[in-house]
Structure formats: structure tokens, C-alpha cells
């Protein structure tokens, strides 16, 4: 198991900063994911450590073995970089049997045909596919050319796996199903991967680490709990989480002693003391951390109900009082009608304050 290093990468198209200076350790075996929304660099990152682009400046190690450096003048080509990808398309070989898709780099490794065909039969048992390994690509489903896909890099044993969006051409049943096996491939290779999406249910789901970036930069890169309960930017706070996190521009004062935030309808005193003097930043509260009540409760917050959503496992109700509104969650069916009473109650710990000028978290 080998780590994968990024220092001072940086990739321009033109004018455009597509990857500005960017430094990032991917620890062996550790399985971790950029987040970011299109166009943020995700994409040119991975075809960076693929050496399928080459920076304007930087280095790139692959387990401790320089690939790219332009001031040391080294490039490794992709195909020695002991690499498995799998990206959106599943480029798979059209003309090629799925055995040989299978096994055409396993070919070009020169090992031997006993040790090929036992990696293929394996290979194949694995993803449940022993009995396609003779047809083309053509003439297998989206779902079951992207098996063909897995299970390539599985007869592979590369030690760094690169993965861009692998899931995006799934329907949302099969995406479920490739999301455990991809985990699963990880944990049998257990190859230090780089997992690009910007669907942050894949990133927070597979991930033992989630990097978020923005326009070329990384905003924060911490563990998935990390990086849904205490994101370090209102941006990362505002892309992570569905339904989207409820933020509210509020004033903090003093009242008997403790720091509040006024939301308007309700002051709700904060767990600990912020590290701010502003007084007026924006607060975040996700939809889980709003318990809400149908019968009226003493220093709840009223509200009525503007919106009722339910999806199965769970409800997403949407509620107005005179100066917010929330967005709720709720585990299970929510029975209630369009313009109902509720009364909500807001945990302060799970409040998060961010300076309204930077973005940036006050960590209270
Ligand atoms: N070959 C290229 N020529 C010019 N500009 C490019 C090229 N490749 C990428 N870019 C630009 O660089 C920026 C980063 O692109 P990149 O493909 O890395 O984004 P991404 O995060 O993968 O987005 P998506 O989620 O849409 O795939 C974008 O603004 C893009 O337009
Ligand atoms: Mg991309």
C-alpha cells in the first residue's frame, strides 16, 4: 500500500486556473474522494496523478517515487504508474470480448497464460459475470459493462485506483448496488484510491477522507463527519447535506450572561462562547437537528406549515414562522396537512456560525 502526494500542482487552460497550487497527501490504502461542484478541477486532478495531463508546475509522487516534476524534468508515463481507472465512460474495448477486455493488460504485463485465465475466472466470479466473459460490450447492459469494468481492475491488482464519476451513467437502483461493490474492490485491492463526484451522498458513503473543492482549491479536507457536521466554510456546508442545510443571517447579543443567536422569532443560546466580535453572522442548522411538534409546547417556535414532502423513510417538511423559514426533517411519514401549527425546537449544538464576509466557519 503506497501513498499518493501533490505538491504545489498547479494546471492552467489559458487564462482559466484549473487547479490552483494544490498540495494534497492521499495516505495508502486510504480511500478518499474529491467533492466539488462542475468545473472545480476535479477531473484535471485525477488526470494529473494519471499522467494523462501534465501540470504547469509541481510534483506528483506515486509511493514514494517521483512521476512528474518539470524542474527535475521526470514524466512517467501512465501505463508505469501502476494505475487501475475506471471514468464515466466505462471504455470498454468495443471489438474485444469481455474476456479480453479483461486480460488485455495482463497481456502486456507478460504474465503467464495460467496466471492470466486465473485472474479472469476469479475476476469474473467476483462480479457475479462468469457467464458473459464471451460477448461483447455491445451487447451488455450499462450496469453489467461497468462489472466489466470492475472486474478488470480486480485481474489488474493495481496499487492506486482512479475512479471519476464511475456511477453517473447508473440508474439510481444499479448506482446503489455498484456503490457497495466499488467499496467492496477497494477493500480487496486495498489500493490507495481517488474517487472524483459531485454527488456528495457517493462522497460521504465510500470515503474515508472527502476533500471539497472550488474553483481549482481545496476548501476543506476532513473526514466524512467531519465535513458534515463541522464544515469549515459556509460553502462546504451549503454543497454537502439533502435537503439543503437552512442558513439565516442573525444577530448574536448578550442575554443573562450567555451569547445568543436572535433569529428574529427565537433567540437560542449558543453551546459555547464564538470566536467573533461581529454580531451579525450567518447561522446553519441542518433539517435533522429541528425536532418539530404538533401540539403547541412552552418556548417552542411556531410555525406553519409551507411544504410537506414525504419520500418513504422519512418526510421533508417545510415550515414559516414571521421572520424564517426552515427546512425539517423527519423520520418516517409526516401525518399533516398544508397550513397546519407546528412548533419547532432548534438544539443549539448543531448550530454552526460563519463570518458572512469570508464564508469562513466561527468555530463556537
Ligand atoms: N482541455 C481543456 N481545455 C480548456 N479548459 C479545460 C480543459 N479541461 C478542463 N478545462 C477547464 O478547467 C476547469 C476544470 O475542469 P475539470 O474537468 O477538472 O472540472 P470537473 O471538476 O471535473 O467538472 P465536472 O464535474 O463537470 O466533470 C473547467 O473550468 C474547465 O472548463
Ligand atoms: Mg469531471
Not at 524542474?71 to 487501475?84: D, Q
Not at 459475470?129 to 481492475?153: H, I, K, N, T
Not at 444577530?251 to 453551546?271: H, I, K, Q, S
Not at 453572522?281 to 411556531?302: F, H
Request: hydrophobic fraction near 40%; proline fraction near 5%.
Amino acid at each position: 500500500m503506497e501513498e499518493i502526494r501533490l505538491e504545489g500542482v498547479r494546471k492552467t487552460y489559458g487564462r482559466e486556473v484549473a487547479v490552483a497550487d494544490l498540495d494534497l497527501r492521499v495516505e495508502p490504502g486510504e480511500f478518499l474522494t474529491i467533492l466539488g461542484p462542475s468545473g472545480c478541477g476535479k477531473t484535471t486532478t485525477l488526470r494529473i496523478i494519471a499522467g494523462l495531463e501534465d501540470p504547469d508546475r509541481g510534483d506528483v509522487h506515486l509511493g514514494g517515487t517521483v512521476v512528474f516534476s518539470r524542474e527535475r524534468g521526470v514524466i512517467v508515463p501512465p501505463e508505469r504508474r501502476n494505475l487501475g481507472l475506471i471514468f464515466q465512460s466505462y471504455a470498454l474495448w468495443p471489438h474485444m470480448t469481455v474476456a479480453r477486455n479483461i486480460t488485455l493488460a495482463l497481456r502486456e504485463k507478460g504474465l503467464s497464460r495460467q496466471e492470466i485465465e486465473e485472474r479472469l475466472v476469479s475476476a469474473l466470479e467476483k462480479v457475479q459475470m462468469d457467464a458473459f466473459r464471451d460477448r461483447y460490450p455491445s451487447e451488455l447492459s450499462g450496469g453489467q459493462q461497468q462489472r466489466v469494468a470492475v472486474a478488470r481492475l480486480i485481474a489488474l491488482r493495481p496499487s492506486f485506483l482512479l475512479m471519476d464519476e464511475p456511477l453517473s451513467n447508473l440508474d439510481a437502483m444499479l448506482r446503489i448496488d455498484m456503490r457497495s461493490e466499488l467499496k467492496q474492490l477497494h477493500r480487496d485491492l486495498g489500493a490507495t484510491t481517488v474517487y472524483v463526484t459531485h454527488d456528495q451522498i457517493e462522497a460521504l458513503t465510500l470515503s474515508d477522507t472527502v476533500v471539497v473543492m472550488d474553483r481549482g482549491v481545496v476548501l476543506q479536507k476532513a473526514t466524512p463527519f467531519d465535513i458534515y457536521h463541522h464544515p469549515s466554510t459556509l460553502f462546504v456546508a451549503e454543497f454537502v447535506g439533502n435537503p439543503r442545510i437552512n442558513s439565516f443571517q442573525t444577530r448574536l447579543r448578550r442575554m443573562n450572561g450567555e451569547t445568543v443567536a436572535d433569529f428574529g422569532d427565537l433567540t437560542v443560546p449558543l453551546a459555547g462562547e464564538p470566536a467573533t466580535k461581529l454580531d451579525h453572522v450567518i447561522a446553519t442548522l441542518r433539517p435533522e437537528d429541528i425536532r418539530i411538534s404538533q401540539v403547541e409546547k412552552p418556548g417552542w417556535l411556531k410555525g406553519r406549515i409551507s411544504s410537506i414532502q414525504p419520500t418513504g423513510s422519512e418526510t421533508i417538511v417545510q415550515t414559516e414562522s414571521a421572520h424564517c423559514r426552515f427546512t425539517v426533517l423527519q423520520s418516517g411519514f409526516f401525518q399533516a396537512r398544508l397550513d397546519d401549527d407546528v412548533w419547532l425546537r432548534i438544539e443549539s449544538r448543531s448550530l454552526n456560525l460563519f463570518d458572512p464576509e469570508t464564508g469562513r466557519s466561527l468555530a463556537v
